[in-house]
């Protein structure tokens, strides 16, 4: 079985981090960008497109900084996959962007790329980073 490669990639967003922050680490925020529907209970997050639905464990999160999801099996043991939304923050010019880290298998890295793209400018839209 192949393994999936880890890529990144970065957008710049006209945004506050603190605002940033939270579309990308609430069930409510992610819900409006990121997937169909967003649940959450406790540590578990529910992410939920058109009849598909994955489940992720919230791994680590630095207010105002970062969130790391890792995907998880029907057992909600964590598996070896997880994304990562880490805001950036340049000291000197203040510009902001969105650092994404994420999993694909080799021959869908330009696709997952691509998706996130389509997500990450839903989300600029919605805070107005257009």
Same mark, same amino acid.
């Given at each position: ?63 105002? &900084?970062?969130?790391?999801? $890792?995907? %998880?099996?029907?057992?909600?043991? +964590?598996?070896? /996959?997880?994304? =990562?939304?880490?805001?950036? &923050?340049?000291?000197?010019? $203040?510009? %902001?962007?969105?650092?994404?880290? +994420?999993?694909? /298998?080799?021959? =869908? ?10 997500? %990450? ?10």
């Amino acid at each position: 079985m192949d393994l999936k490669i880890r890529y990144e990639i970065e957008f710049p967003i006209n945004s506050s981090p603190q605002l940033l922050y939270q579309y990308i680490s609430t069930p409510s925020g992610l819900s409006e960008w990121f997937a169909d529907n967003v649940n959450s209970r406790g540590e578990f997050f529910t992410f939920i497109w058109n009849d598909s639905e994955e489940k992720a464990r919230l791994a680590s999160k630095k207010t105002g &900084e970062k969130v790391k999801f $890792k995907w %998880v099996d029907e057992n909600n043991k +964590d598996t070896e /996959y997880f994304f =990562e939304l880490h805001i950036l &923050e340049d000291e000197l010019t $203040k510009d %902001v962007s969105l650092m994404v880290v +994420d999993f694909a /298998y080799d021959e =869908e890295v330009t696709e997952a790329k691509q998706l996130w793209e389509n997500q %990450v400018s839903d989300l600029k839209h919605l805070i107005g980073s257009v």
